[in-house]
């Protein structure tokens, strides 16, 4: 029998905290909750002029909502904002125990069902077991009255029924694991620095493209998909340009008032992608491209990043007027391969912009010590003559120095 899997149906509250409603805001966890393999069924909307310290919203509102989902079982509500744990808990109460989840809760599922490596998967237990731990307070019974579903489920999911002591434990196990694993990145960051390896980094808001980009780049195969963080993971991948290696990483994506604890689970693997030569910032240029480009910026301020970026405005291949749009922007659209090789010239200027040609005079005995340094040049001409190998080459200003016994 092939019995496919209930979805779990999802209805939001929607706080408004100013006097103009933020659709994005509101759109965008419809495209979370969908993320989430789970089916959007409705929203309230609550215009929140003084938040009430135990259930966030009104009294009156909660028993309107109560009053719509009478006799409607099985829907989880979502609260699109944070919740303190007694506020999760009083507004489920006040819900005739419907099981409640916040903005967090929502978003760490995604995060759950999305880690691959070991690495993303210790990332996501630890913040999950972080964002669960003072819900768990003498709440034993609240907790397993959730059942199933969304904040269930992911890594951390046997350690939900365990108590308090043991999650603790684990939480310092999780960031000690953790932490070993950032000095190992640390250490191969540093290797391949000696190794002069250009790198550079796909930054940006969720569902801009940066996947797509990598795909079109450097023919990988990553997934990408229409949806919010379908990457966790990183991944690397070489791309020649003009006998330039560079090493391209894509990462996770960035979304609007993403809490700061869910920045921070991520802060390492984040970190050593931040720390290139080059990011470019992706952003959809048919969507809110200034929002998603101002998130990105404050994360990246956040988090100290000050590397020079070059402005990718992905998905443009039916742009018609660029006025709009910041006067460096790159337009490029990563489905049709529109603009990849201005791109990619743009990128190899950015390195090239220190480098001088020169020509090398290598004599034939010593073809194997020029062999330690051929990696920090870009050969360009090779001339097999009597007394010696003559190349052509361009080199960075900062490994001129090395090459020095072969200047011709
Ligand atoms: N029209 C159009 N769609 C694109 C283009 N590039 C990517 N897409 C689509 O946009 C969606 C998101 O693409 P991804 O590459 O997964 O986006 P991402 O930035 O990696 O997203 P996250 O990993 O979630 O941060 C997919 O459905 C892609 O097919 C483009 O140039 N034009
Ligand atoms: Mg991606």
Redesign the pocket.
Known sequence: MNREKQREIVYMIQPIAGDTEDRTEHDEAVSLIESADAEYAGTICQRVREINPSTYIGGGKLQALRDRLEGLEDITVLFNGELTPSQTLHISAALGDRKVIDRTTLILDIFAKRAKSSEGKLQVELAQLKHIYPRLKGKGAALSKLGGGIGTRGPGETQLETDRRHIRLRIRYLEEKLASLASRRELLTSRREKDGMHTVSLI?Y???????LLNALTDANVY????????LDPTSRLLTLDGTPVILT?T??FLHSLPHHLIDAFRSTLESALHCDLALI?CDAAGDFGRQLETTLSVLRDMGCKAPYLLVM??S?DLRDTTAYPHESIFV????GLGLDFLKEKILQFFRRDTVSVQLKIPYEKLSEYGKLKQYAIEKTFDYRDDALYVNAVIENKFLLRFSPFFA
């Open positions: 940006g969720t569902n801009t493209g940066k996947s797509t990408a998909a229409d949806r919010l963080f379908a990457t894509d996770v994506g992706v992905n998905k291949e659209s990563a489905k049709t």
